[in-house]
């Protein structure tokens, strides 16, 4: 079982408080992500789950059990960190089972739960090597065997993938949602990218500043966010803001529009534009488009093949339906 | 990316590199030569650079007249005593520093290594004068004692550098693995230490191996170490050059030895860490 | 866990310090003892009256200088050498750092007499056979003779730290300043050499901080003399308390130069400060 409740918990360095009191359930199995730009608190959160951080106010709970109190190692909970921090004078075998030494296994059912994890990591032909003689991505993948091996009531990720180059950070994105798709263990992922926490999350905990902005699924975020600040953070290229007038006449502080939410064309649509840089992705392109009349340049998806050069004169056409609108203190008006 | 280096120009740096090289090193490699020579073709003129009747007639005289073996052990147990007590020391003190640091750490570090400036000959005569009435003069205990202080800020400050590349976030690791306190210091944190204790205590071994002003003040010939043995050949009797390189040859090659094999480390030590 | 650490070398400094300072004020002589009686300023006076005082600051100010000006330019050139591409670089390397290793009573006699000796010293058998006059270099240049020593001693430390230094310099900042049109004397000036800076900033005060101190290399090659033209701070101070047992003059001058030491430590533990914080 992994069921983690925060229960009023903060977190205050010296006098400054990086965590004002907050709750969060994270339910057993679940696939969390906290996501936010750097320093807003996510990893002081992981770390306070973990035990490596103490707690100024509050209590943590792992299945109904106060562990406020319990050490890190008693925890039952095994964690990924950003630098791998695998252990330089082991063998990749010995790395992966530190755990169990620490647990007290015995050695055949060691090395019987070494094997498997070093198969199902595509690590087996490394065993003997040291860390130092690794790649990034094999480091990577022996962190995880070394969090695997013990079966641990959930996973802890720091920004695991932070450290890999683009391909390979795809990979292991995919490699670690198959991981929980089979073992169904609770695991709580750090990151600050947002690609990352819509693609692998089941629940997304935005964070800005300790303060949880929003929990929910991918898609509830996208649809829905509470404010301009999750609008924002959420989504690829960023959704387009307008304030003034426009804002206005949509009752609204300020509206927002995301790029896919808006057709360009020659001769159809409200608003009248110039188009700037635009980036060819294959399968989309985006316009960065200059609206004189509304003050801002917008972004806009279209089709791959869409012929439109820079400088052409254009009109846009937002879908209003999809269009979030937001009051002077940033929280969606419904 | 490294260009390669025309082959003509690498012929000359080597030529120079090698010729500057043997200069420096030219005053030890005669001392060598010149201990396997007798007495008389020590002076010949015009000395003989390799072809002479190699002989050992020097080693027997220089062991003959005095006791080198007592002063090598003297030499020993000073250098490797006060380094391993200063160790058990500063190993407990760094640690905290390096992992547990406070508000005062770093001023205490810095006071600590301010102490190391103070000149030893402010604080000759008292402890001269203490070590007279202790009866430590003249003996190994006193010698250990007054290298141990002499070096704790060294080896304070060079385990700390060494500490603190530690990760602590392997440290952090254990303790997620289920390490308590006990395994995490004895699997984790000794092996990962251990190389920047090993290399502390080489570069402190020579350190006090060929430290010269405490050991001659402090000794006169019970526990007189190495640096003090050959002292005694300052004042000339006869011929003695032979001897003399002989002497000189046994008094610094095992240091020479250890620090060849320590050249990486002495940087980071005797800069503390300023110099990597 | 820190504290017996602390606690010792709080020990270490405090008593001897404490009682340097006290001796300094008292008229105090090992050949009668029971006379100590308190004098005041009068061995500060005295001590520093003494010509051969004055004579002491200028040859320790003669050889701190003197050995740092050679062993950084030195330095700088070994390091640039050793820097560069060679067959046996690593062997080089130990032959050049070798002498700091050599314990400095073995250095200073073999030194003396086997190469600086006006007779049998290898350089007057040199100078015989080029059919020169051999040169007393411990008669006429006593204090020169001594630098030399000590350069040759402490040499290997500044290349090693400047060696080290250079090697840890980016390689793309001097492409990027060959991209930028300089030539390698400038690349030299503006960027490898400011680049050093701060290992020989490191290098001056280390050295400085040893070479107040040289006693050793004095002691078994002239014992200060001719005259007072070898003796230094260091040795005065010895000489006064332990050959002529005036422990209180002795001592005024161990008050002055842990004085002078601490204006140099002053400048050494900034630098090593700042590091820290970096």
Known sequence: MGLITLKNVSKSFDDVEVIPPLDLEIRDGEFVVFVGPSGCGKSTLLRLIAGLEDITSGRVEIDGVDVTEVPPARRRLAMVFQSYALYPHMSVRKNIAFPLRMAKLDKAEQSRRVESAAHVLNLTEYLDRRPGQLSGGQRQRVAIGRAIVREPEAFLFDEPLSNLDAALRVNMRLEISELHQSLKTTMIYVTHDQVEAMTMADKIVVLQAGVIEQVGSPLELYHNPRNLFVASFIGSPKMNFLRGDEADRHGAHTIGIRPEHIRISANEGEWKGTVGVSEHLGADTFFHVRCEELGATLTVRADGDNPLQYGDSVLLAPELAKLQRFDADGLRIT | ?276 | MISPAVALLLCWMLVPLGLTLYFSFLRYNLLMPGMEQWTGWTNYYFFLTDPSFWDAIRNTLTLVIGVLIITIIGGVLLALLLDQEMWGRNIVRLLVIAPFFVMPTVSALVWKNMFMNPVNGLFAQLSGLLGLEPFDFFAHAPLSSIIAIVSWQWLPFATLILLTALQSLDREQLEASEMDGAGSINRLLFIVLPHLARAITVVILIQTIFLLSIFAEILVTTNGGPGTATTNLTFLVYAQSLLQFDVGGGSAGGVIAIVLANIVAIFLMRMIGRNLDA
Not at chain 2, 80 to 96: K, M, N
Not at chain 2, 220 to 235: E, G, N, Q, Y
């Open chain 2, 1 to 276: 990316m490294a260009r390669a280096v025309p082959a003509r120009r690498k012929m000359l740096t080597t030529i120079l590199g090698w010729g500057v090289g043997l200069t420096i090193f030219f005053p030890i490699l005669w001392t060598f030569l010149t201990g396997f020579k007798t007495e008389a073709e020590a002076i010949a003129s015009p000395p003989s650079f390799l072809l002479f009747d190699w002989t050992l007639s020097a080693y027997d005289a220089v062991n003959q007249r005095t006791d080198y073996l007592k002063h090598f052990w003297n030499s020993v147990v000073i250098s490797f005593g006060s380094t391993g007590l200063g160790l058990l020391i500063a190993v407990p003190a760094a640690w905290a520093m390096a992992f547990v640091p406070a508000k005062r750490t770093k001023d205490i570090l810095m006071w600590m290594l301010s102490t190391k400036m103070l000149p030893p000959v402010g604080v000759l005569i008292p402890i001269y004068l203490i070590f007279r009435d202790a009866g430590l003069l003249d003996t190994r205990l006193g010698l250990v004692i007054v290298l141990t202080l002499i070096n704790l800020p060294i080896i304070v400050w060079m385990l700390f550098t060494y500490f603190r590349e530690i990760p602590v976030d392997i440290l952090e690791a254990a303790r997620m693995d289920g390490a308590e306190l006990r395994s995490e210091i004895l699997f984790v944190l000794v092996p990962m230490a251990v190389p920047g204790i090993a290399s502390t205590l080489l570069l402190n071994v020579i350190l006090a191996w060929n430290e010269a002003f405490w050991t001659l003040n402090l000794t006169a010939a019970k526990a007189a170490p190495l640096t003090a043995f050959i002292a005694s050949f300052s004042s000339p009797e006869g011929l003695f050059y032979a001897k003399l390189s002989a002497a000189s040859t046994m008094a610094i090659a095992p240091i020479l030895i250890v620090g060849w094999f320590s050249q990486k480390q002495l940087v980071r030590g005797l800069t503390f860490g300023a110099v990597k």
